[in-house]
Nanobody
């Protein structure tokens, strides 16, 4: 079992930055692939970024490429999402996830999410 807790969300103006964190506890979090997803009201959950295990290759959704960076600190059991040049359309609840396969999060462990609101 893996427990995930996101933090770092908040209200920011367009063009600003935020860094989200996802603290993990439980079994062997470091050995999972990890990802960030987001869900805006009335929309389906959207893939944001993922980082594979063990290689650490990173993958991004088209809407965030070049603006967001996913990283991990295995010693701290923490996953990060650095978000720069934020846009109003980035407003959503952001969730972190841990999966045995970076290509498939259908059976992942999920956090509760943290709200990110970008104002114009």
């Amino acid at each position: 079992q893996v427990q995930l807790v996101e933090s770092g969300g908040g209200l920011v103006q367009a063009g600003g930055s935020l860094r989200l964190s996802c603290a993990a506890s439980g079994r062997a979090f470091s050995t999972f692939a990890k990802g960030w997803f987001r869900q805006a009201p009335g929309k389906e959950r959207e893939f944001v970024a993922a980082i594979s295990w063990p290689g650490g290759s990173t993958y991004y959704g088209d809407s965030v490429k070049g603006r967001f960076t996913i990283s991990r600190d295995n010693a701290k059991n923490t996953l990060y999402l650095q978000m720069n040049s934020l846009k109003v359309e980035d407003t959503a609840v952001y969730l972190c996830a841990a999966s045995e396969n970076y290509r498939d999060f259908s059976r992942a462990y999920w956090g509760q999410g943290t709200q990110v609101t970008v104002s114009s």
